[in-house]
């Protein structure tokens, strides 16, 4: 991600930060508004569904309305959001049944798919991804969505930054070994 | 050095847009979080510690004007059936008088009184 929009990003959290500890009751649909794509997109690709992904980013949004007094700095309040993101769609994950209902990625993605350069193969990724044991689709969606390192990862998860790293590496293996069948397939 | 496999993941994974409305819905969903309930607004009206003596204040006067009412009330009762009883006495006791005058003017008139 551009660290500029990144830093842009931060000043506002920071700003809305600074308006709530003043009572100012709209700084919450700020922040709400600031990070809501990275939430809602953290449970997405866990989960493949619109709608769960919805109901379980409401959920996070809810729990930091709750927690607030806690959040010390912006960048605290974007490893909350990470972290609480992902545990509460890997909770999602594990209610739902092993497989996934197939017509949930058919849902059109305006937005996403109009900027796709191959929206076929992003599809086929995204569909990958979320076959995915969880533990190694979390590593991959933090590594590949948010763009964030190893270490910020391991910190996330609360998993050794040597896990973090296998899983990465095992993922990376057997993603290649599924779009390579997927090639081979669609050829 | 970049992998053409993790650029495709990069895109294929890219932050979604949120369904519309979204953000009026977690908005809506924290205000009914936010809104307090009887018992906590009741609690919190009471927190302020002036209003919490005069509230004590006010129950305190309520209860010691229910008990002076009820004391009030027995008294009353006391005095009703008492009255009743002095009456029903000085009915009894007129009676007697008016039995013995009669039997007072029986003599002096001379009729003669087994019983007596």
């Given at each position: 991600m551009d660290i500029s929009v990144t830093t842009a990003r931060l000043e506002r959290s920071e700003d809305a930060l600074a308006r709530l500890a003043l009572g100012d009751a709209t700084a919450f649909a700020d922040i709400v508004q600031e990070h809501q794509s990275m939430v809602f997109s953290i449970a997405y690709h866990f989960l493949h569904d619109r709608s769960l992904a919805e109901e379980a980013a409401q959920d996070v949004f809810l729990r930091l309305y709750r927690n607030?007094?806690?959040?010390?700095s912006p960048q605290h309040l974007v490893f909350w959001l990470r972290k609480v993101a992902c545990r509460r769609a890997l909770d999602e994950v594990r209610k739902l049944p092993k497989t996934p209902p197939a017509?949930?990625?058919?849902?059109?993605?305006p937005v996403a798919n109009a900027q796709d350069s191959d929206p076929l193969l992003s599809r086929g990724l995204r569909r990958m991804v979320a076959s995915l044991p969880e533990d190694s689709r979390a590593v991959i969606i933090l590594r590949y969505?948010?763009?964030?390192d190893l270490a910020e990862i391991a910190r996330i998860l609360g998993l050794p930054l040597n896990t973090v790293k296998s899983r990465l590496e095992r993922s990376l293996g057997l993603l290649r070994e599924k779009l390579n069948r997927w090639a081979g397939g669609a050829a | 050095m970049m992998n053409p496999l993790e650029d495709k993941l990069r895109e294929a994974l890219r932050r979604k847009a949120v369904p519309e409305g979204f953000s009026g819905r977690v908005l809506a969903r924290t205000r009914e979080l936010a809104e307090p309930k009887f018992w906590d607004r009741l609690n919190a009206f009471l927190a302020r510690p002036a209003l919490r003596w005069a509230a004590i204040g006010l129950c305190l006067v309520i209860a010691g004007s229910v008990a002076y009412r009820g004391r009030q009330e027995r008294q009353r009762r006391e005095g009703e059936m008492a009255r009743v009883q002095v009456r029903q006495a000085l009915r009894i006791a007129s009676l007697k008088l008016n039995e013995a005058r009669r039997k007072v003017q029986d003599i002096n008139r001379g009729t003669p009184q087994s019983r007596l």
């Open positions: 607030l007094a806690s959040i010390k017509s949930l990625e058919d849902v059109a993605e969505q948010e763009e964030l | -």
